[in-house]
């Protein structure tokens, strides 16, 4: 099993929408989550951190769900320009160096 | 502030070549990483650095190698350059143990060996 797996997509949805994706992490003791964008040919971009608590930013909203091991990001009011790969990030014990784990990413695709 | 820059931005090696890439930053951060990133797959450590002078195995560093002579620069080597290694090479770099996790990206360099 990988240790973090993220639905590949590609989601394809119109404009406007709603739309959330969940990423899946294998290890319990995982101390800190991120949300990376990457735009087509560009290099990853962090877009939130993940709190316990969940944590918004605009039409973002990060969620971290312990007791079943997943993070979610949810984008509402959806725009042409979150069209990117959504990449999720964990970070086994704190401040690591090395165990920042990325997962494969979910392509994003918003329609007009 | 640059952030972190990569050399060169795109390369084509014969097989057997050797090159370097470098990786600056001017953010003055302890830790500094190579991934390499290929179709369909997450980006995958290669090797990593905490500080001047010290460098470490990722998950994936046969045939790389590494060295951190200057705490703002990050060089990766190939010695005899393999098909296999065309790919996607991104430098990133973090604060260290005291500040945060987030990690900051250069734009990449672009590796075709034929």
């Known amino acids: 099993r990988k240790e973090v797996e993220q639905d590949p997509g590609p989601f394809n949805v119109p404009e406007g929408a709603t739309v959330a994706f969940n990423c899946t992490y294998s290890?319990?003791?995982?101390?800190?989550f991120f949300w990376y964008r990457q735009d087509c040919r560009k290099e990853p971009k962090l877009l939130m951190s993940?709190?316990?608590s969940g944590n918004e930013d605009g039409r973002f909203t990060a969620q971290l769900n312990r007791a079943s091991q997943y993070i979610s990001l949810l984008i509402r009011d959806s725009k042409l320009s979150d069209s990117a790969t959504y990449l999720c990030?964990?970070?086994?014990?704190?401040?690591?160096?090395?165990?920042?784990?990325f997962g494969s990413g979910t392509r994003l695709s918003i329609r007009p | 502030n640059a952030g972190v820059t990569q050399t060169p931005k795109f390369r084509v090696l014969k097989t057997g070549q050797s090159m370097t890439l470098l990786c600056a930053q001017d953010?003055?951060?302890?830790?500094m990483y190579w991934y390499r990133q290929d179709p369909g797959m997450g980006l995958r450590l290669i090797h990593y650095?905490?500080?001047?002078?010290?460098?470490a195995k990722g998950e994936v560093p046969d045939g790389y190698n590494v060295s951190r002579l200057k705490k703002q620069n990050f060089l990766l080597g190939l010695e005899s350059a393999a098909p296999s290694q065309t790919s996607v090479y991104f430098c990133?770099?973090?604060?260290?143990?005291?500040?945060?996790?987030?990690?900051?990206f250069g734009p990449g360099t672009r590796l075709t060996v034929l």
């Open positions: 990030v964990v970070n086994p014990w704190y401040s690591s160096a090395s165990k920042i784990i």
């Open positions: 290890n319990s003791a995982s101390q800190s």
């Open positions: 990133a770099s973090r604060e260290g143990t005291s500040g945060g996790d987030e990690q900051f």
């Open positions: 993940v709190y316990s």
């Open positions: 953010m003055n951060h302890e830790y």
């Open positions: 650095s905490v500080g001047e002078g010290t460098t």
